[in-house]
Each structure stands twice: as structure tokens, then as C-alpha cells.
């Protein structure tokens, strides 16, 4: 995910290599509906009760949206107000950037969140409990309560999105930011509260709209990296 050359006005927009990878990843979640995601989530929940387990139930809320749309929030308005505190002209630009740079991660969470409810609802698939005490393994489209329904994963879509968002801002810690992202994700069918592709589509809708709106966002050749203290 490193830094794409300079983006011409009104090619941002990728859309031969949305298309593709949306194809490929439709094939990776319907091989895994079809043939990984029951027998998976039936082996899992018989080891629910080990301590690996429990390490990921227990992690497993840091991809709540509320800690990233916070922490983002924040970060827009602390650089807002920064931006318009009397300063040097070359502060207050760099605090301007700043702004705009934390809009773009809200974007990309709410873009994404959009996207992910709206194919829950239309999808209708049930969570794995449904699974466990009643034995149902269907989709029931728009028939649910938001809450029941699991594909795509919602923490998922957040959790990924915020660090894939942050891993452009701060590049050289992108390699963290990812890792968090996956251990997050990955603890959402390993605590059964979703199944394997539900994770597999949350996480490539937010990487795929992260890279959209970062797209969108440096159209006009202002990147959204931050220049790290060396490049100072």
C-alpha cells in the first residue's frame, strides 16, 4: 500500500482494478460460504473455553468504531484549532493539512460503515450463534434485525479501515497499524461472533474504499502523508 504516483484530475477513480479485485474477493467469500465457514465456526466454538481464545474475546472490541471515530474526531478538531491559532504561515499550513488529512480517515470509516450496512441488510446472512443453538445456516435478505445479521463484519470493516487510513497519513508505521488491524479482524471468527468471510468482506471493503478516498483526497497532487522528523 505504498503512495500512488501523482493521480491526473478525473482519473482517480480506479475502476477496472475495483471491479477485478471485487470479483476476486466475491470468488474468496463464496468458496469459504460454500465449504470453510460452517465446519470452521463448529470447530472454533468447541474452543471457545482455551485461553487462546480468550485472549482474542479480549481484544476483540478495539476495532469498536466509536474508539477510531473519537480519536479521529479529535484529531480534526484539535488541528482545526491549531490551524487558526495566530502562528507561522508555514504552521498553520501544515495544521490545515493535518485537518484535512483526519477527514480523510472519517471518511474512510463512514464510507466504508455505509457500504457494510447497507449489504447487511440486503443480504440478510445470520451470525454464527444462529448456527449454534437453532442450527440455521442461510441468508434471509431484508428480512433481519441489523443486529443479527454478520456479513460483512462490521468491527471488521472499521478497525481495518482506520488502520489502512492511518498506515497512508503515517507510512512509516504502516507495517503496525496492519498488524493491528488483522489481530483485530481475525478475532472476529475466532470468538464466533462472525464467520471467516464476513471478516474476509469487511476487511476488503475498508481497504478498498481507504484507497479510493486517498485517491479521491490527493487528486489534486496534495499528499496526505505526513513528512516524518527525519524528512523535517
Same mark, same amino acid.
Given at each position: !500500500? ?13 475502476? $477496472? ?39 482474542? $474475546? ?50 474512510? !470509516? ?18 454464527? $450463534? ?32 482506520? !488502520? ?50 486517498? $485517491? ?17
Amino acid at each position: !500500500m505504498t503512495t500512488d504516483p501523482h493521480v491526473l484530475p478525473g482519473h482517480w477513480f480506479p475502476g $477496472r482494478q475495483i471491479l477485478g479485485l471485487t470479483l476476486a474477493a466475491s470468488a474468496v467469500c463464496w468458496v469459504c460460504i460454500a465449504w470453510i465457514d460452517r465446519p470452521l465456526a463448529l470447530l472454533l466454538v468447541d474452543l471457545s473455553d482455551t485461553a487462546a481464545v480468550a485472549y482474542f $474475546r479480549s481484544i476483540t472490541n478495539i476495532g469498536h468504531s466509536a474508539i477510531w471515530y473519537g480519536l479521529a474526531g479529535a484529531g480534526l478538531a484539535f488541528s482545526y484549532w491549531r490551524a487558526h491559532t495566530p502562528t507561522g504561515l508555514a504552521t498553520t499550513g501544515e495544521w490545515q493539512r493535518r485537518a484535512r488529512s483526519f477527514g480523510f480517515v472519517i471518511v474512510s !470509516m463512514g464510507t466504508s460503515a455505509l457500504a457494510v450496512n447497507a449489504l447487511k441488510i440486503a443480504l440478510g446472512r445470520y451470525r454464527p $450463534r444462529f448456527l449454534f443453538t437453532d442450527g440455521i445456516y442461510d441468508f434471509a435478505p431484508f428480512a433481519l434485525n441489523i443486529k443479527h445479521v454478520g456479513f460483512p463484519s462490521g468491527h471488521t470493516q472499521s478497525i481495518v479501515a482506520a !488502520m489502512v487510513a492511518f498506515g497512508f497519513l503515517l507510512p512509516q508505521w504502516r507495517y503496525p497499524f496492519w498488524l493491528i488491524a488483522t489481530v483485530v479482524a481475525v478475532s472476529r471468527f475466532i470468538t464466533t461472533t462472525h464467520f471467516a468471510s464476513d471478516v474476509i468482506a469487511g476487511a476488503f471493503i475498508a481497504i478498498t474504499t481507504a484507497w479510493i478516498m486517498r $485517491r479521491y483526497f490527493e487528486r489534486d497532487g496534495m499528499k496526505l502523508a505526513w513528512p516524518s522528523k527525519s524528512a523535517s
